[in-house]
């Protein structure tokens, strides 16, 4: 059974830094990619960032240059470097991990349970 375990959220003031971390009960090669998504609150929740099993990143236009995703294989985590955060980043980040099921015939997401990020002015 797959587990992603957040971790790293925290109350920072505007300008700071997190890392947030998201280790998996399997490998992390055993998905086509991994990624960071978060929901401030009355929002949707929204991709942040995201790295494929090759290493390939992509980010929202809101983070970019701010904002740096990496994965370490042999610790089947991902990271989720932030710095120069801002008020408007506050939300609970999810860790997401995306297979392919053959035997569903399409791409199945897990997540995990969340890490609360509170970026004060």
């Known amino acids: 059974q797959v587990q992603l375990v957040e971790s790293g959220g925290d109350l920072v003031q505007a300008g700071g830094s997190l890392r947030l971390s998201c280790a998996a009960s399997?490998?992390?090669?055993?998905?086509?990619?991994m990624g960071w998504y978060r929901q401030a609150p009355g929002k949707q929740r929204e991709l942040v960032a995201t790295?494929?099993?090759?290493?390939?990143?992509n980010y929202a236009d809101s983070v970019k240059g701010r904002f740096t995703i990496s994965r370490d294989n042999a610790k089947s985590t991902v990271y989720l470097q932030m710095n120069s955060l801002k008020p408007e980043d506050t939300g609970v980040y999810y860790c997401?991990?995306?297979?392919?099921?053959?035997?569903?015939?399409?791409?199945?997401?897990?997540w995990g349970q969340g890490t609360q990020v509170t970026v004060s002015s």
């Open positions: 997401n991990a995306r297979k392919f099921r053959y035997e569903l015939g399409s791409f199945y997401d897990y």
């Open positions: 399997v490998s992390i090669f055993s998905f086509n990619s």
């Open positions: 790295i494929t099993k090759i290493g390939n990143t």
